[in-house]
């Protein structure tokens, strides 16, 4: 058996040095659990903090376990069986004190302690926010270096083939949204949130579209400043093109692996012009109603907060209804809602009607940790068919309660006048065809 590196176990002493006083509560927040894989893997982006503490405990379990350095496969940011493995193949390494203080019973779980002894101080834990995040990250399944085309890209029913295959027809499930992007679902058509994430980003560091894009460059700065038709022809131009299109989606990767352009597509979507408005509303809401239920929202309200602003319905700007509604809800008999039956109720009044079974399979995560919750069969099958995830899964809890969400101010790409901005040429590239598609 291997021991843990000399620096490790300094970074123990100070670190954990405070339970030969007995200090349990402190004891309980270091065995506190961020991550757990049960029954699905955690996918949470390769560009977060949570691939760095794999490739440390990676190497520190290889080391303690005497085996291969890559025998836990790369560190991807997918928290599942390898990492579970690396967390139990580390135990035999670490006295029963660390053994306890980072959570040993949670059977391969990433704890705040362990996170703690692995981790420089400058990268501390995930907070709730940054994990209820990573929940509807790990439900959209995209990274930052990921988009899609949206042009003809469903099959023609009669055929099985696409346009780009041969079929002569264009179909499409997605006819407003020409380009995707990234983990929030990011789109170049009707809401523009591409677009507002290369104006924030090239605002924040002027040339990264010219040194990233290259012959793109011109293209990229007509698709920020030009209107919806602009974004079609732009987009169409490139798309049907072969080789633009893998250059373009080679660029594109390189650019969303960037940190700076990560931290842009996060404000963009934190504003109180898009979802950290939305988000804003519910928190609106529990504030209304915060003299009757005497808490502010949860962790996993946060979490069914964000997931709603992101994928389903969220409170009207005017919350005077849902105010009412509520009132009467937690009101209705002398023992309060539990924080889950809430949650049940409200999404009840939320209904989405848009993929509504995804939805309710998506609810069921912010439910399912709620004893007092009762899920039908129905939705329990729903939603082990679609993730399985659990709120806690993520380490949120209905114990502990988050008061406000960082709502950023709108970048600013909401002032500015559109106008079409498409090269005669680029108009002529995209085929009639395309611009007929079919709805399938």
Request: glycine share 8%; aromatic share 10%.
């Amino acid at each position: 058996m291997k021991n843990l590196v000399v620096p490790v176990v300094l970074v123990l002493a100070g670190t954990f040095g405070l339970f030969s006083s007995g200090n349990g509560a402190q004891a309980q927040d270091l065995a506190q659990v961020l991550y757990r894989f049960e029954n699905r893997a955690l996918t949470l982006g390769r560009y977060g903090a949570v691939a760095t503490f794999q490739q440390r405990l990676f190497a520190q379990a290889a080391n303690c376990a005497g085996k291969p350095a890559n025998s836990y496969g790369k560190a991807d940011g997918v928290v599942g069986a390898k990492t579970r493995q690396a967390i139990i193949d580390l135990q035999p390494c670490l006295n029963s004190a660390v053994r306890a203080a980072v959570g040993a019973e949670s059977y391969g779980a990433i704890t705040t302690g362990l996170w703690r002894l692995l981790m420089p101080p400058q990268l501390p834990p995930p907070d709730a926010i940054e994990r209820a995040n990573q929940l509807t990250f790990a439900l959209e399944g995209t990274d930052y270096d990921v988009i899609q085309f949206n042009f003809c890209q469903s099959a023609n029913p009669r055929s099985g083939k696409r346009y780009l295959e041969g079929d002569p027809y264009c179909f499409t499930n997605d006819p407003r949204a020409y380009l995707t992007w990234g983990p929030r679902g990011a789109t170049a058509g009707a809401g523009a949130e591409i677009q507002q994430i290369l104006f924030a980003a090239e605002r924040a560091n002027p040339g990264l579209l010219r040194d990233i894009f290259g012959p793109f460059t011109e293209d990229m700065h007509r698709l920020a400043l030009g209107n919806n038709d602009a974004a079609f022809d732009l987009l169409c131009a490139i798309w049907v093109n072969d080789r633009e299109r893998a250059d373009f989606t080679r660029r594109f990767a390189a650019y969303g692996a960037r940190a700076e352009v990560q931290e842009s597509y996060r404000r963009v979507y934190d504003a109180a012009n898009a979802d950290g408005g939305k988000i804003a509303r519910f928190f609106k809401l529990y504030a209304s109603i915060k003299p009757l239920i005497r808490r502010d929202p949860t962790e996993i309200d946060l979490a069914f907060f964000i997931d709603r602003a992101t994928h389903g319905s969220v409170p009207p700007s005017d919350i005077s209804q849902l105010v009412s509604q509520m009132t009467k809800f937690v009101t209705r008999t002398r023992n309060l809602p539990s924080p889950g039956n809430l949650r049940k109720q409200l999404a009840a009044w939320l209904p989405s009607h848009h993929k509504y079974n995804d939805r309710l399979a998506r609810d069921a995560i912010f439910l399912v940790d709620d004893p007092d919750v009762v899920v039908s069969d129905a939705h329990r099958r729903m939603w082990l068919q679609r993730s399985g995830l659990k709120a806690s899964d993520f380490g949120l809890s209905d114990r502990r309660y988050v008061a406000s969400y960082p709502v950023a101010a709108p970048t600013g790409y909401e002032q500015i006048e559109k106008f079409y901005t498409v090269l005669p040429q680029d108009k002529r590239a995209c085929p009639s065809t395309v611009r007929r598609a079919r709805k399938k």
